[in-house]
């Protein structure tokens, strides 16, 4: 099994800055994909930013040119870096790596942005 911990949440104001982290543990080899999603209240989940093994990104059209994703191979941990944030930004922010025939999720983080 995987365990994910993530950091980096919190309250912050339109247009600052945050900077997510997800640190993955236990069977960790032949991870592929690593990602961030998010769920508003009320709203279903949807993907922010998703990594491959092999570093190729893709991001949700709503955060494209604001935030980044990344990775460190060594420390299985995925980063996402969160900039020009906006109220709708707001949610629980979960992160997700999936492994062979297998996805693990980590417990959430809440991301709040005020106007």
């Known amino acids: 099994q995987v365990q994910l911990v993530e950091s980096g949440g919190g309250l912050v104001q339109a247009g600052g800055s945050l900077r997510l982290s997800c640190a993955a543990s236990g069977s960790t080899f032949r991870i592929n994909a690593m990602g961030w999603y998010r769920q508003a209240p009320g709203k279903q989940r949807d993907v922010v930013a998703i990594?491959?093994?092999?570093?190729?990104?893709n991001y949700a059209d709503s955060v494209k040119g604001r935030f980044t994703i990344s990775r460190d191979n060594a420390k299985n941990t995925v980063y996402l870096q969160m900039n020009s944030l906006k109220p709708e930004d707001t949610a629980v922010y979960y992160c997700?790596?999936?492994?062979?025939?297998?996805?693990?999720w980590g417990q959430g983080t809440q991301v709040t942005v005020s106007a």
């Open positions: 990594i491959n093994s092999g570093g190729t990104t």
């Open positions: 997700n790596v999936v492994q062979s025939q297998s996805s693990w």
